[in-house]
């Protein structure tokens, strides 16, 4: 059964999605340390990301020498966001938050004001990765502390083994793919290979 929409008091639910993010404009606006670890997660989607600061950490220059990424080495102007399909906010200066947010929103531009919730758009969740696997935590900004008390105990359980187990799992569906069989036997085979049982047997198999 469909939910009601949410009254003013009860704020909607985030929608959790993973965005594709390969070639698209985002826009860093600040380059201290707060900055890196979100210019290191667009880096590492293919972002094609650009960041606005007049100074930056010498990790940020570094990544900007090699061509990682581009530097405006300027104050934040509104022209920075032409053509940009998210913002991050990563400066400590409400002003310059404030100036992001709304002229993001005016374009319709996601748009991230780091440890300002009211002004996010969107939250980075605490992450998890293991090779393809992802996963993403988040308390929608009401405890981030908790959030990473869960993604420590999450790691502990899902080992580096995952990675291979995933990658494994992939080229298997793509050879049954390939294979001519019924729609419903080749769904009960893939869930038989993501089972708890086969991926014992994986992990046996590569100790041995």
Known sequence: MMRRRPSASAPADLFPMFVKLSGRRCIVVGAGRIAESKIAGLVRAGAAVCIVAPRATARIRAWARAGAISWKKQLFKPNH??????????????????????????????????DDPARCDFYYPALV????????????G???????????????????EYARWLSHLGSVREQLFRQP????????????????????????????
């Not at 990765?129 to 988040?138: C, H, K, V």
């Open 81 to 114: 966001l032409r053509g940009a399909f998210l913002v991050v906010v990563a400066v400590p200066l409400p002003a310059v938050q404030e100036a992001v947010v709304r002229h993001a929103r005016r374009r319709g531009i996601l748009c991230n004001s780091v």
């Open 129 to 140: 990765r293991r090779g393809a696997l992802q996963i993403a935590i988040s308390t929608a």
């Open 181 to 208: 069989m019924s729609v419903e036997r080749r769904r009960r085979l893939l869930r038989r290979l993501a089972s708890e049982r086969a991926f014992s047997d994986f992990v046996r198999r590569g100790a041995r």
């Open 142 to 160: 009401h405890s981030p502390a908790l959030a990473q008390r869960l993604r420590k105990q999450l790691e502990r359980q899902f080992g580096p």
